[in-house]
């Protein structure tokens, strides 16, 4: 794996950005949430809810992925 600019691989980089975006999306989708329940749009605000849950699964499977390359030498040395 190439390690770029940011003393990271592009796979490690690329599992930061995606989790950073998820976890973003769902800290927003929380507001969602609320403006759908306060509109009384109970199925819009389940439709967040759902969406909030499956970036929150993506986030987590970044960090397994994100665990399990830590310290492999072709992650580069910020990830050591």
């Given at each position: 794996?190439?390690?770029?600019?940011?003393?990271?691989?592009?796979?490690?980089?690329?599992?930061?950005?995606?989790?950073?975006?998820?976890?973003?999306?769902?800290?927003?989708?929380?507001?969602?949430?609320?403006?759908?329940?306060?509109?009384?749009?109970?199925?819009?605000?389940?439709?967040?809810?759902?969406?909030?849950?499956?970036?929150?699964?993506?986030?987590?499977?970044?960090h397994?992925?994100?665990?399990?390359?830590?310290?492999?030498?072709?992650?580069?040395?910020?990830?050591?």
């Amino acid at each position: 794996m190439a390690t770029g600019e940011t003393g990271f691989d592009d796979v490690s980089f690329d599992l930061i950005s995606v989790q950073y975006h998820c976890l973003k999306a769902g800290h927003d989708y929380g507001q969602y949430v609320r403006d759908a329940r306060n509109a009384g749009k109970e199925d819009i605000a389940a439709f967040f809810e759902q969406i909030m849950a499956q970036d929150a699964d993506r986030a987590k499977q970044c960090h397994e992925f994100l665990r399990d390359l830590s310290g492999a030498p072709e992650s580069g040395p910020a990830m050591s």
